[in-house]
C-alpha cells in the first residue's frame, strides 16, 4: 500500500534521529548527514507510491533501504562534488556550533572517530598507506600501486582489506548495548 503524506510524516518525526545517527557514523560529518536525511525523506516523498509494505517496521525498512542508496550514491559522486565546488568558489553551508555538537552527540561520533583510530592503528604500514592514497587522497588504483611499487591488483586487495577491517570496527561498536 502505498504511503500517504501524514504516515510519511510521523515515520520521519519518529526516525529522523536514527537515520541522522545512521549518516553521521559513515560519512563523519554532521552537515552530510543532515543532508543525506533530508534527501532521503525527499526521495521516500517522490516515490511514496512505490512503497508495498503493510506496517510501520516495512515502511521503516524501505526509508533505510532509500538511505544506504543514497548514502552509496553520496560517496560515489563525492570527488566530483567537491572539484566542481573548488573550481566554482561555492562553500557548503555551514553548521552552527551547537547544531554540530548535537549531531555528534546523536551519532557518538567521538566513540566512532576513537574506534576508527584504533582500528587505523592496527593496520600495518601497506594497508593504511593503501587506504590512505586510495581513500584520503583519491587516488586511482593505478597510481596506489605505482606509489607503493605493486601490482593494481594487490593494491585493491590492500584498500579492501583495510576497509573491511574498519567496517568490522564499527560494526562491533554499533553492536554494542551502549550504542543500540
Do not use: C
Not at 519518529?14 to 552537515?31: M, N
Not at 596506489?144 to 567496517?167: D, K, M, N, P, Q
Request: net charge negative; aromatic share 6%; proline share 3%.
Amino acid at each position: 500500500m502505498p504511503l500517504s503524506p501524514d504516515h510519511l510524516a510521523r515515520l520521519y518525526e519518529a526516525h529522523a534521529a536514527d537515520l541522522l545517527s545512521f549518516f553521521a557514523r559513515r560519512t563523519l560529518q554532521a552537515e552530510v548527514a543532515i543532508d543525506l536525511v533530508a534527501e532521503t525523506f525527499s526521495q521516500a516523498f517522490a516515490h511514496r507510491e512505490q512503497f508495498r509494505g503493510a506496517s510501520d517496521g516495512e515502511a521503516l525498512a524501505w526509508i533505510f533501504g532509500i538511505a544506504r542508496h543514497e548514502l552509496s550514491a553520496y560517496f560515489r559522486r563525492g570527488a566530483v562534488d567537491r572539484r566542481a565546488m573548488a573550481e566554482l568558489g561555492l562553500a557548503v553551508p555551514t553548521l552552527t556550533d551547537a547544531d554540530y555538537e548535537r549531531v555528534e552527540e546523536l551519532a557518538d561520533l567521538r566513540a566512532q572517530r576513537a574506534v576508527v583510530a584504533a582500528a587505523l592503528a592496527k593496520l600495518s604500514l601497506e594497508h593504511r598507506e593503501a587506504l590512505r592514497l586510495r581513500v584520503v587522497e583519491e587516488q586511482p588504483y593505478s597510481e596506489v600501486a605505482r606509489a607503493l611499487g605493486i601490482t593494481e591488483e594487490t593494491a585493491r586487495a590492500r584498500v579492501s582489506r583495510a576497509l573491511r577491517a574498519l567496517s568490522n570496527a564499527t560494526t562491533k561498536l554499533e553492536r554494542s548495548p551502549e550504542h543500540a
